[in-house]
């Protein structure tokens, strides 16, 4: 099992900048990736960044430039700096992580982290 724990949320002005983390804990053979999700309310949830473990990033269009992913050495803490935010970024975040296990490879969610901004 896998538990990952989100942290850094918060209230924002628009413009502002918040640091996400995601720390990731418990045995796996492996994590092929870690990523943030975001979902607002009553919308989908959609991908905001990832980061593989070979260090490939990806970014949602909107967040290109602005957002940045990043981890640690050790691979077990993801960052996410958001900078230059905007009240359509107000949504509750997710860190997801596609870990192989023995038995197969899975997906895991933390809890979210709430993220508003206000202008």
């Known amino acids: 099992q896998v538990q990952l724990v989100e942290s850094g949320g918060g209230l924002v002005q628009a413009g502002g900048s918040l640091r996400l983390s995601c720390t990731a804990s418990?045995?796996?053979?492996?994590?092929?990736?870690i990523g943030w999700y975001r979902q607002a309310p009553g919308k989908q949830r959609e991908l905001v960044a990832a980061?593989?473990?070979?260090?490939?990033?990806n970014y949602a269009d909107s967040v290109k430039g602005r957002f940045t992913i990043s981890r640690d050495n050790a691979g077990n803490t993801v960052y996410l700096q958001m900078n230059s935010l905007k009240p359509e970024g107000t949504a509750v975040y997710y860190c997801?992580?596609?870990?192989?296990?023995?038995?197969?490879?899975?997906?895991?969610w933390g809890g979210g982290t709430q993220v508003t901004v206000y202008s």
């Open positions: 418990g045995s796996a053979r492996g994590i092929r990736a």
């Open positions: 997801n992580a596609d870990v192989i296990q023995l038995t197969g490879e899975y997906d895991y």
């Open positions: 980061i593989s473990s070979g260090g490939n990033t």
